[in-house]
T-cell receptor, first 116, second 111 residues
Framework: KAGVTQTPRYLIKTRGQQVTLSCSPI?????VSWYQQTPGQGLQFLFE???????NKGNFPGRFSGRQFSNSRSEMNVSTLELGDSALYLC???????????????FGQGTRLTVV | SQQGEEDPQALSIQEGENATMNCSYK?????LQWYRQNSGRGLVHLIL?????REKHSGRLRVTLDTSKKSSSLLITASRAADTASYFC???????????FGQGTRLTINP
């Protein structure tokens, strides 16, 4: 079974630009979560999607948004990039069946975003 | 602030020794999970322990959970150079349906 795939792996953007990151979950997994990892703040939860609906959201500004498609693939968008958005963005999928997320998460390799 | 606090922040031991990492958290949880991350790559799930469990084993890994103290420990026995990585605990908070990670322990195994 293929793992979680994130594209692209590396990205360099300029301040003020926007960026879209993609995540393909493990086949059959309907829950996709996004995390931001920085040396200073560690791993921070961004949001979770299940059945094309955002179910949970972390404490990030509205510049961070996402969506999930009917095939469970998810995209994350960051608009008006700031230097502080430079981070490793990780996507995780889990076999959440309904309202309860009580299993392990499977992570992709991440997208390394550098804002210059 | 982070839900999980991990201790120590860094640990360096000789190959073959045991490594113990601790995690404390603040609120009620559904489960607690441990992950490993190699140098800026994705996280690999190691073990999940539910709030009604006290101890769990997986190969060379042993995890304990004390919900009264809101703490957990991860023991890696007979360490190997390949165990060098950062280890994170993550809690699934009741009602929140999201994983909250600690800051991690950087483990170095010296040959």
């Amino acid at each position: 079974k293929a793992g979680v795939t994130q594209t692209p792996r590396y990205l360099i953007k300029t301040r003020g630009q926007q960026v879209t990151l993609s995540c393909s979950p493990i086949s059959g997994h309907r829950s996709v979560s996004w995390y931001q990892q920085t040396p200073g703040q560690g791993l921070q939860f961004l949001f979770e999607y299940f059945s094309e609906t955002q179910r949970n959201k972390g404490n990030f500004p509205g510049r961070f948004s996402g969506r999930q498609f009917s095939n469970s693939r998810s995209e994350m968008n960051v608009s008006t990039l700031e230097l502080g958005d430079s981070a490793l963005y990780l996507c995780a999928s889990s076999p959440r069946q309904s309202g309860v997320m009580n299993t392990e998460a499977f992570f992709g390799q991440g997208t390394r975003l550098t804002v210059v | 602030s982070q839900q999980g606090e991990e201790d120590p922040q860094a640990l360096s031991i000789q190959e073959g020794e045991n490594a113990t990492m601790n995690c404390s958290y603040k609120t009620s949880i559904n489960n607690l999970q441990w992950y490993r991350q190699n140098s800026g790559r994705g996280l690999v799930h190691l073990i999940l322990i539910r709030s009604n469990e006290r101890e769990k084993h997986s190969g060379r890994l042993r995890v304990t959970l004390d919900t009264s103290k809101k703490s957990s420990s991860l023991l890696i026995t007979a360490s190997r150079a390949a165990d060098t990585a950062s280890y994170f605990c993550a809690t699934l908070i009741q009602g929140a349906q999201k994983l909250v990670f600690g800051q991690g322990t950087r483990l170095t195994i010296n040959p």
